[in-house]
């Protein structure tokens, strides 16, 4: 009997329920990370199968490959799989393959099967959706389809769990067989290609044709073939001439003509082989030309409206705990640096994680009940003509929407993007879609410089104003897109190929651990970024050289000596930031801001707002010597008009520096949380400084074209 871990491959196409399969397999025994020596995100997860008819219990290690149609890859993400499956020395090289069909849709999803089962690893079929197929007048006979396909075929619901613990001991069957038997394979090489095979697998030594065949079909994606195995193969097919796009188009054919009886005697037709009824009627509705968007407009009203509405409060009150424990802290702890780096430090950086973790979990949830339910498919079919020209598709549409709410969750949402082009130029132009917490600034700088007074009788003009930075948001994220296409090249070709799923009612299960896992995934790998600039941030604001903090603050105190202790304790703030390394990078940067209007006070300002783009308004606060709530925006207005230029006289906030301000942060990537997920998303720092770096490019013009322009 065999010993050790059973290794599993969980493979099938796009939409057939493999994810909601792995969950019901797993649970929460799951894990992240990346396949051993590329990129590529690997989720993971363990089960035990139970001892039954005389076999022992067993742990069984689940790995759940990229979604596809067929073994033939179109991204990065797809050609894994084959670099696991033609590779038995690859550490997640499977025992046994189940391999999830949609019963709805059998003959297309049978194609992937074939393929896998002439790859000659042992398999089982889950067939899922039997629902599905049952509200299309269709019957699926598992015992006829086994027997066909000659493996193990369970019935299962994926959504429900029906029959996930006979698919366990399918696949413990199937794993403690001690030899398998020899099954025909699907394909038939060709009388040509026989001896191409042949020298192929004499030379890797290699035990099945159809792994040969591929060896020569896709030896430039397998990573664990060397640059010489690869010219190798190369001068093999122009010894034999063999054609690869011929072979592809003939293989294809070979297996549908052998798919095709197979279905007609499995699969029985009571009816039209259509979508169901409701499906019909809603699809004529939300699909339509004009009235699908005026839908799909209301859909993203309620679900910022719910975001805003709902994230306000728990965070508020995270935030809330948050400083009630740096409080705590502060007081227990004796005075000195420890005091000061944990509370200031490390706490704070605690703080500006998890008051993300609210409105990453509502959108989350939003957005998994919206494609549980089958409509995100929708979305992106109608959205996808009008992304096309800007180098983008219908699936960018949702990310580019959720960064109005927060860019950090609306980055991790472009993993529904399977084009790797296409989704790095969504991750790349997300920011600069106007978030929540550019409120705070717009708020109070138009409130600067723009009267509250209404035009037309009922438009607030200042609301205008605040509407047409986020339409400029939006409009800069769209031709900047267009503009990165025209730098980045375009390695693979782009198909926007998705499946209409029927609606159902969503698996609230599996929309509570979507939730979780976006928030575990937020925390621990971006908030290990964010705890790291956050320190960096507090040893700069907090330090400087020689004694120049001390003795500016015993210079404030001597000058204040009859003021109240509020105000000499922020002045001395704000004397000790000025003369700290942060304050003298501000002073630093200064020529390099002048031509924006900006003095060496707002640099320190814009050095601290990357931490968090809200983290301005406070610094300001600070800086100005304000006392009392960083967030009492009539106080901060107050003081920023009384605040005057030290060269002119004249007020420092003009038209010409608000609206500079205005659009700087409207373009520049002033955030930490984003550069973080960034970073996560594309696995490398690459990524991440060229968007920081063009997107610093954007806003610095935009605000030096605007300021000069008005002064």
Not at 287 to 311: D, E, K, R, S, T
Not at 387 to 399: D, I, Q, T
Not at 413 to 440: F, G, K, N
Request: with cysteine; glycine share 6%.
């Amino acid at each position: 009997m065999k010993q050790g871990n059973i290794k599993v491959a969980l493979v099938g196409n796009p939409n057939a329920g493999k994810s909601t399969l792995f969950n019901a397999l797993t649970g929460l025994r799951q894990k992240t990370g990346n396949f051993p020596g590329v990129t590529v995100s690997k989720k993971s997860g363990t089960f035990r199968i139970p001892a039954t008819d005389g076999l022992a219990d067993k742990n069984v290690v689940l790995v759940d490959l990229p979604g596809l149609y067929s073994i033939y890859p179109k991204s990065k993400d797809e050609a894994i799989v084959m670099d696991i499956l033609a590779n038995p020395k690859h550490p997640d090289f499977p025992d046994v393959v189940i391999v999830v069909i949609d019963a709805s849709n059998l003959q297309r999803n049978l194609l992937l099967f074939t393929e896998i089962r002439d790859l000659g690893i042992p398999s089982v079929v889950a067939l899922n959706m039997l629902d599905v197929a049952e509200s299309m007048s269709l019957t699926v006979n598992a015992v006829q389809l086994a027997m066909q396909l000659q493996v193990p075929v369970v019935n299962i619901n994926a959504r429900t769990g029906k029959g996930v613990d006979k698919l366990k001991e399918a696949v413990h069957q199937v794993y403690q067989k001690e030899e398998q038997p020899v099954l025909a394979n699907f394909y038939e090489p060709k009388e040509s290609e026989v001896s191409l095979i042949g020298e192929v697998r004499e030379i890797y030594q290699l035990d099945n044709d159809y792994v040969a065949l591929q060896y020569v079909c896709q030896h430039d994606n397998f990573s664990f073939l060397e640059q010489p195995a690869r010219t190798r193969l190369d001068k093999l097919i122009e010894k034999y001439g063999f054609d690869e796009n011929n072979f592809l188009a003939t293989e294809t054919i070979a297996r549908y003509e052998k798919i095709k009886p197979i279905v007609s005697k499995a699969v029985k037709s009571q009816g039209q082989t259509e979508q169901p009824y409701w499906t019909r009627k809603l699809d004529s509705f939300l699909l339509h030309p004009f009235w699908g968007y005026v839908c799909f407009l209301i859909v993203l009203v309620i679900v910022f409206q719910a975001i805003f509405a709902w994230a306000t409060y728990p965070s508020d009150m995270l935030d809330a705990g948050i400083a009630q424990v740096i409080e705590w802290t502060k007081a227990a702890l004796p005075e000195g640096v420890l005091n000061d780096l944990i509370t200031d430090g490390i706490l704070a950086g605690i703080a500006g994680i998890i008051v993300f973790i609210p409105p990453i979990a509502i959108l989350f949830a939003l957005v998994s009940l919206l494609e549980e339910s089958g409509y995100m498919a929708r979305v992106m079919v109608i959205m996808d003509k009008l992304m096309r020209p800007f180098g983008l598709n219908g699936r960018s549409v949702v990310p580019l929407i959720s960064g109005a709410a927060c860019a950090v969750p609306a980055i991790m949402t472009t993993r529904s993007i399977t084009s790797r082009y296409e989704r790095l130029l969504t991750i790349l132009v997300t920011p600069l879609m106007s978030c929540s917490a550019r409120l705070p600034i717009y708020t109070i700088l138009i409130a600067l410089v723009i009267p509250s007074t209404t035009v037309f009788g009922f438009l607030n003009l200042q609301g205008l104003v605040l509407l047409g930075l986020y339409a400029l948001g939006l409009i800069g994220a769209l031709f900047s897109a267009w503009l990165l296409s025209l730098f980045i090249p375009r390695k693979e070709t782009s198909y926007f190929m998705l499946e209409m799923p029927s609606y159902k009612l969503p698996r609230w299960g599996h929309v509570a651990y979507t939730m979780y896992d976006s928030v575990k995934s937020f925390v621990v790998e971006a908030g290990k970024v964010i705890m790291a600039i956050s320190i960096v941030l507090w040893v700069l604001a907090s330090y400087g050289p020689g004694d120049r903090m001390e003795v500016a603050e015993q210079q404030t105190i001597a000058k204040m000596q009859n003021a109240p202790q509020e105000q000499i304790d922020a002045a001395v703030s704000s004397a000790r930031l000025e003369h700290s390394y942060a304050g003298h990078f501000g002073r630093f940067i200064e020529p390099a801001i002048r031509p924006l209007g900006y003095d060496w006070k707002i640099g320190i300002a814009l050095l601290a707002s990357f931490a968090a783009r809200e983290v301005f308004v406070g610094t300001m606060a600070t800086i100005y010597s304000i006392s009392g709530d960083s967030e009492d925006v009539p106080t901060v207005k107050e003081r920023l008009m009384q605040e005057k230029n030290a060269e002119t006289g004249q007020p420092m906030f003009t038209p010409a520096v608000c609206f500079s301000l205005l659009m700087f942060y409207v373009f520049a990537m002033m955030c930490m949380s984003t550069i973080a997920v960034v970073q996560r998303e594309t696995h490398g720092w690459k990524w991440p400084l060229i968007q920081l770096a063009y997107l610093m490019v954007l806003a610095y013009g935009s605000a030096f074209v605007v300021y000069q322009l008005m002064s």
